[in-house]
């Protein structure tokens, strides 16, 4: 591995601290370095202004909410123009790699959304709520092309799966009893979106080119919205088995195979202990609902049952939280990781 691609993080540097390869001294002076204690300046710049800025698209849009009957439709629109495209200048203008030409295209993008709520609202074009969603995450996708930026697409990824989620219940839905469906939609989309991610990089050698989905986020996001998913289906496989249209067993089947196949990768290939922490929550979320609805057929009293509920969590999380500490890369990660530093 070349210099350019090395990659050091804290686990590596805790692994060969433990190997006896690095002292104590050198171990506490390269984490200072990989992690200097003066970022918590630069993190809470970065939480301000992200805080900061999404107050101000909220209070945008809760002005016109507010204000909508009082408001002529001219300037309805018009304003909202005025935002978008004074917006998209000064994102072209000050140039899409800096932090301000990438906030103000996120900006562009959230008064594209808005602008085609207002215009379905003004001329009632009678499209469903998802038809409004898919058009923003299509036209979205260029504004995420371009700025290349991890929350522009974290954006994306909420507003397409509000869309997709909406196009399901609205048009494939039948009646309550198939809602796992939307469960299963919701999981495949994420999880295709998630494994095209990961192909990606592993084929980019350059980290400068593919920093903005190389980011820890850009790869949690989606793998919570996948995984959770998973694991709501397998709850509603727990609770609610008596009734078989619910869950059918290919939701199932794919449910498990999912949750294993991601542990294994993320386990062996590439290894991310986030990503296993996130696993093992889930796990020992629906290994506690599969006792406490065995403990409620048993008919005890509701204080017994929540007090050996407590008991089982707390053991549970507890064996979790060892297994995540103990985890080691592998050895073939290691030294990698190793070489290319």
Partial sequence: MSAKSAFIDRSLLLQLHKNGELSESAYHEAFELLQPRRDWGLWSFILLVGVGAGLVLSGIIFFFAFNWQDIPSFWKLGLIEIALIACAGGAWATGLDSLSGRWLAFFANGFLGVFMAVFGQIYQTGADAWQLFAVWSVLGLVWVLLSRWWPHWLLWLVVSNLALMLWV?????????????????????????LILRELWLAKMEAPDEKSWLAARPARWIPALLA??????????????????????AFATLMALAGLALSYGYYRFV??????????????????????????????????VTFLFGGFIALGLFSLAANHIRNLKAPASKAKEKEQGS
């Fill in 169 to 193: 219940e609205q048009e494939l839905l039948t009646s309550n009893r198939d809602q796992v469906l939307t469960l299963q939609i919701l999981a495949i989309f994420n999880g295709l979106l």
């Fill in 227 to 248: 995984m959770g998913n998973m694991g709501l289906i397998l709850g509603f496989w727990i609770f609610e088995s008596h009734v078989t249209l619910l869950t059918p």
């Fill in 270 to 303: 590439d290894f991310d202990r986030p990503m296993i922490a996130l696993l093992s929550m889930i796990v020992s979320l629906l290994i506690l609902a599969a006792i406490m609805r065995w403990l409620g057929e048993v008919r005890m009293s509701a204080s």
